[in-house]
Antibody, heavy 116, light 112 residues
Framework: EVQLLESGGVLKQPGGSLKISCTGS????????MSWVRQTPGKGLEWLSS????????SYADSVKGRFTISRDNSKNTVYLQMNSLRSEDTAVYFC?????????WGQGTLVTVSS | DVVMTQSPLSLPVTLGQSASISCRSS???????????LHWLQQRPGHSPRRLIY???NRDSGVPDRFSGSGSGTDFTLKISRVEAEDVGVYFC?????????FGQGTKVEIK
């Protein structure tokens, strides 16, 4: 069964940094591009970033460019999102998903809360 | 960015009746390769999103044939025939034709 499992979501203060992870199983992880999408009650679903299967190319939404960095370690079947200069508006559930822009499947999500 | 507009945002339905959700894009979603990258997600309460339909009208594996997608260009519809209790949740359209990829606001389907 194809599965994606996010981890690392916590409560952080504004201006802080956080790295969240997503581990894939049940498929050949190194053969698939991966993405991060977040969900907030106010803005709904927002694509944030994608990385190619071998990690040689990345793309970002304007809202996070320069603050967030996507990376992957295919030896660990894991994709990461390094989030710096966190703002209150980054409070969201962060999902990883496979094969942009097909976005299938999705992980269960990890909650990141940015608040003082 | 392409704006995806769904309507209605809330849809109360009677069990066994049908439901239709509209999704309109601010630009045509026909790609240069001739394919329309318009897809639909279902998010049940307390769950992560699950893709239901891809490329306008193709059901994903395990999706009941009560779900159907249609449309072209900028105008698309998700129809649920014979709504069941397990269909309660939020439905999102999203486009993969134009970068950055964008989502509709979601339509909440509930049982009357």
């Amino acid at each position: 069964e194809v599965q994606l499992l996010e981890s690392g979501g916590v409560l952080k203060q504004p201006g802080g940094s956080l790295k969240i992870s997503c581990t894939g199983s049940g498929f050949s992880f190194s053969s698939h591009a991966m993405s991060w999408v977040r969900q907030t009650p106010g803005k709904g679903l927002e694509w944030l970033s994608s990385v190619t299967d071998i990690g040689d190319d990345t793309s970002y939404a304007d809202s996070v460019k320069g603050r967030f960095t996507i990376s992957r370690d295919n030896s660990k079947n894991t994709v990461y999102l390094q989030m710096n200069s966190l703002r209150s508006e980054d409070t969201a559930v962060y999902f990883c998903t496979r094969d942009p822009p097909w976005f299938d499947p999705w992980g269960q999500g990890t909650l990141v809360t940015v608040s003082s | 960015d392409v704006v995806m507009t769904q309507s209605p945002l809330s849809l109360p339905v009677t069990l066994g009746q049908s439901a239709s959700i509209s999704c309109r894009s601010s630009q045509s979603l026909v790609s240069s390769d001739g394919i329309t990258y318009l897809h639909w997600l279902q998010q049940r309460p307390g769950h992560s999103p699950r893709r239901l339909i891809y490329k306008v009208s193709n059901r994903d594996s395990g999706v009941p044939d009560r779900f159907s997608g249609s449309g072209s260009g900028t105008d698309f519809t998700l129809k649920i025939s014979r709504v069941e209790a397990e269909d309660v949740g939020v439905y999102f359209c999203f486009q993969g034709t134009h970068w950055p990829w964008t989502f509709g606001q979601g339509t909440k389907v509930e049982i009357k």
